[in-house]
């Protein structure tokens, strides 16, 4: 839908953010197929010096309508002319693939996910008021703390929460607990000889001794006599990564086919690299959204799939460490937020530095204590007491490879500012309080998504699609919104004799946000069964363009007509899905949306009107937008007006709103 979007809304622009480099290789690829248009729309490590600074020129100057880039590269060399372009109300979308990232790793390992947040509130605030751009987070696996993350993070006036979450149905889900790794070695190899291929299989560590890392894991498949192996730990190159994926798609040559590749977690995010038939863990996922995310690298083509997991008390213990080593204890915030709050003020900003140390400290300018310091902020930006204002972009040059973007960008994170939410942060016991509520709120989450994960392998008693099914259900004002169960068989349901579970219908579209809202109170008095009919006399272009304007601005969303229809195009340019028209009235129609439908003479069809009014009966409020003597698609002795809810002349109706 974003690229979509973007093809169609060009040559005003968009921004694309994903996290791999392979991820925007294979966007691009998707986009050009689209377009045929060879351009370069992935900015990347690998690209010329000369294709950098071309692409960095057409995105400053709008002749770029689409860049895809990594969110460190968008928060320094691109910051500027993406800033330039919202000011100028050129930019049209921002968009972040794989979100859900965002809060997995953005308090750690990526903090430049995080400082989009920043970069973001620069271009609103730069923009004209009617040309702000869109901001749409995407992802497949969305929890109720991701969801109060992003929120946090990228507020709108006008949010608008689609949920269309289902679990996958290739997977067939197995778990064996090991007693040593010796028992897990000899399980990994049998597996490896028995299962089909091509094989991804993870691990948690490259370098520990404490539990299977990749180069143990390689040692054992390689000494098996096991060849067409290919190892990915956590500091392979884009280039790396990019030649594993093409070996598991045998899209090189032959003598560079990958039957198995063992890496950590990264590897294979967002990229659908058909045919791999199986995911092996070497390890326990420290959090159930990792599991899941790795499981579905397998099965991308539509065909059956293996999951299975080997693991020992030991690799328990380190996903324990590993989700427990996220969080700060308030004691120690309070200590560092001493020591970081005596920067100078900045009208409302507080000038904090990161690099501010504590007595225990030793090295202060270590990475460490950077991080802790920087940690201590996001954590009390989650509890409400401040909110970070994210610093300017540093100075990177056109020309710098991707690892060095992502050193300047952490080097560059020295110092920031706060604005200050809680007047009495400077005292221990209150500032302790909070911290520790809200910590404990983000313990519980942390906690509970690592024990979701150890209940999957130590044995459910319900199907583990199910379990998955009640984890990504979201929590909204308007009620819950579920996930679709689907099974490609698991112990319980195996045990069962259940057999596979595949849904044969697309999920029922469910939002939240502006789209599901009741009507406001104007319209309400209008349409209290969710009907109103508005007539025009004859054809009238101007009263038909005043009278969607005025129905916008009160909350309707999705305008809909037989034909291409653009009333009043300045006006629904801040939609996201702007005039967007249904060409066909098909049966899958089904907007559940506030609504307005144009019906004028046999267009549509008398009957493919009366399905689609139908289908919008249920939905919270259809406006008909007619002419006087338009029969009813119900009953052709009646008019419109006199069959579809109260109905008023547009005068009448451009009076009351």
């Avoid at 920067?343 to 990161?354: E, F, I, S």
């Avoid at 501010?356 to 509890?383: C, E, K």
């Avoid at 249904?582 to 949306?593: A, E, P, Q, S, Y």
Wanted: overall charge negative; hydrophobic content about 40%.
């Amino acid at each position: 839908m974003v690229l979509l979007r973007a093809i169609r809304n060009r040559p005003r622009q968009t921004c694309l953010i994903v996290p791999t480099v392979a991820l925007a290789l294979d966007l691009e690829r998707r986009v050009r197929e689209l377009t045929h248009e060879p351009t370069a729309f992935a900015y990347h490590a690998g690209l010329a010096s000369e294709a950098k600074a071309e692409l960095v020129r057409r995105v400053r100057e709008g002749a770029q309508w689409l860049v895809i880039t990594s969110p460190e590269a968008a928060c320094t060399v691109l910051a500027g002319p993406l800033e330039t372009s919202a000011a100028e109300g050129r930019l049209d979308l921002l968009a972040i693939d794989e979100a859900h990232i965002v809060a997995e790793w953005g308090d750690d390992f990526r903090p430049a996910f995080q400082s989009l947040a920043g970069l973001r509130r620069r271009m609103l605030d730069g923009a004209p008021d009617n040309r702000r751009p869109v901001t749409v987070m995407l992802t497949a696996t969305l929890d109720d703390y991701g969801l109060e993350t992003l929120r946090r993070l990228f507020p709108g006036d006008r949010e608008l929460l689609i949920s269309a979450q289902a679990t996958r149905p290739e997977p067939a889900w197995w778990v064996s607990h090991c007693q040593s790794e010796e028992d897990k070695r000899l399980r990994f190899l049998e597996l490896c000889r028995h299962l089909p291929r091509p094989l991804i299989v993870y691990t948690t560590l490259h370098t520990s001794a404490r539990s299977t890392n990749t180069d143990t894991a390689f040692n054992w498949a390689r000494s098996a006599g096991l060849r067409a192996v290919r190892k990915i730990a956590g500091n392979a190159t884009a280039e790396q990564r990019r030649e594993a994926a093409r070996g598991l798609a045998l899209g090189g040559d032959e003598d560079q086919d990958v039957d198995i590749v063992i890496a950590t977690s990264a590897f294979g995010l967002g990229v659908d690299i058909p045919g791999v038939r199986g995911v092996v863990h070497l390890c326990v996922p420290e959090s159930v959204d990792r599991l899941y995310q790795e499981v579905g690298r397998s099965g991308r083509d539509g065909k059956a799939s293996a999951s299975v997991v080997l693991w020992t008390d030991v690799d328990a213990e380190v996903a324990r460490d590993l989700a427990d080593a996220k969080l700060i204890g308030d004691r120690k915030a309070w200590k560092r937020w001493r020591s970081m709050s005596f920067g100078r003020r900045d009208g409302g900003l507080v000038q904090v530095d990161l690099t501010a140390a504590t007595d225990d400290v030793t090295f202060p300018w270590s990475g460490m204590n950077r991080y802790w310091n920087l940690h201590t902020l996001n954590a009390m930006d989650r509890a409400g007491m401040i909110e970070v204002d994210w610093p300017v972009r540093p100075d990177v040059p056109v020309d710098a490879p991707e690892d060095e973007v992502q050193e300047i960008f952490a080097a560059h994170r020295e110092s920031t500012a706060v604005r200050i939410l809680q007047s009495d942060l400077g005292y221990e016991d209150r500032f302790r309080q909070r911290f520790r509520e809200a910590q404990s709120r983000s313990r519980s989450s942390s906690a509970a998504s690592s024990e979701s994960a150890m209940a999957i392998l130590n044995g459910l008693d319900k199907c583990v699609n199910r379990f998955l099914v009640d984890h990504y259900g979201l929590t909204t004002e308007s009620g819950r919104l579920t996930a679709v169960r689907q099974c490609g068989g698991c112990p319980a349901c195996r045990a069962a004799y259940e057999p596979p579970a595949v849904s044969t219908y697309p999920a029922v579209p469910l939002w939240d946000g502006v789209l599901s809202v009741d009507p406001q109170a104007s319209l309400s008095t209008l349409a209290e069964a969710g009907r109103l009919c508005v007539w025009v006399d004859g054809t009238d272009p101007d009263a038909e363009a005043e009278v969607v304007k005025r129905f916008i601005a009160h909350g309707v969303t999705a305008l809909v007509s037989p034909q291409q229809w653009s009333p009043v195009p300045g006006k629904t340019d801040r939609l996201w899905w702007e005039d967007r028209v249904v060409d066909k009235f098909g049966h899958g129609v089904d907007l559940r949306v506030p609504t307005l439908v144009r019906i004028q003479g046999d267009d549509p069809p008398p009957a493919e009107a009366a399905l689609l009014l139908s289908k919008l009966s249920h939905g919270p409020l259809t406006v008909v937008l007619t002419t006087e003597d338009q029969p009813s698609p119900f009953d052709h002795r009646v008019l419109l007006r006199e069959s579809w809810g109260p109905a008023y002349r547009a005068d009448q109706v451009l009076r009351r709103l």
